[in-house]
């Protein structure tokens, strides 16, 4: 069993940058895959990035490639969401996922492929 608790979130403005973090408890974070997701009001759920466990390789969504970046620190069980040049439609409730396959190019972006998940943190962008 893994659970994961957000952090960083905030209300920021236009152009501003977060750091959300994911710590996760248990002994094997380092064998998870790590996803990023979000929730606007009234929209589903999207995937935002991963990095996986193997070579850290990152996976991130057209709409935020180039200015969000998603890092791991196995020693801390936390993996984080740098989130830079943000925009008002960045505005969403954040959710972090842990995968026990090794997931790549195909499948980062799946939720079903994350067996475990955060409680979510909130993330406002003010224009």
């Known amino acids: 069993q893994v659970q994961l608790v957000e952090s960083g979130g905030g209300l920021v403005q236009a152009g501003g940058s977060l750091r959300l973090a994911c710590e996760a408890s248990g002994r094997t974070f380092s064998t998870y895959s790590m996803g990023w997701f979000r929730q606007a009001p009234g929209k589903e759920r999207e995937s935002v990035g991963s990095i996986n466990w193997l070579d850290g390789r990152t996976y991130y969504a057209d709409s935020v490639k180039g200015r969000f970046t998603i890092s791991r620190d196995n020693a801390k069980n936390t993996v984080y969401l740098l989130m830079n040049g943000l925009k008002p439609e960045d505005t969403a409730v954040y959710y972090c996922?842990?995968?026990?396959?090794?997931?790549?190019?195909?499948?980062?972006?799946?939720?079903?492929?994350?067996?475990?998940w955060g409680q979510g943190t909130q993330v406002t962008v003010s224009s």
């Open positions: 996922a842990a995968g026990r396959r090794l997931l790549g190019a195909s499948d980062w972006g799946t939720s079903n492929e994350y067996n475990y």
